[in-house]
């Protein structure tokens, strides 16, 4: 069974920083395009970053941008990471890792294949 583990959410207060880790259970997702969304309550679930196959291109929601940075490590069971600095409290919500068979840096979320079960992120203000 394919499955996607997230990991590191918690509670931060405003200004701090928090890593995301992402572990997916087969090495077929090292071809993958990997991203992060986020759900807050009430709102539709929203596009966070993306990362090729290769790891060499990334792409950011303009809200995140010098924010987040997201990566992954072939190395370490493929696992992708979203590294969240200088958190403000309308960044709270759950956050999601996804994959996505094609090679493309998609955005929204119908073009991902498989999604993990998400890790809950709250900044205090």
């Known amino acids: 069974q394919v499955q996607l583990v997230e990991s590191g959410g918690g509670l931060v207060q405003s200004g701090g920083s928090l890593r995301l880790s992402c572990v997916p259970s087969?090495?077929?997702?090292?071809?993958?395009?990997m991203g992060w969304f986020r759900q807050a309550p009430g709102k539709e679930r929203e596009f966070v970053a993306s990362?090729?196959?290769?790891?060499?291109?990334?792409?950011y929601a303009e809200s995140m941008k010098g924010r987040f940075t997201i990566s992954r490590d072939y190395a370490l069971k493929n696992t992708v990471y979203l590294q969240m600095n200088n958190l403000k409290p309308e960044d709270t919500a759950v956050y999601y890792c996804?994959?996505?068979?094609?090679?493309?840096?998609?955005?929204?979320?119908?073009?991902?294949?498989?999604w993990g079960q998400g890790t809950q992120v709250a900044v205090s203000s």
């Open positions: 990362i090729s196959r290769s790891g060499k291109d990334t792409y």
């Open positions: 996804a994959a996505a068979a094609t090679g493309v840096l998609f955005t929204t979320p119908d073009k991902y294949d498989y």
């Open positions: 087969q090495r077929t997702f090292r071809t993958y395009t």
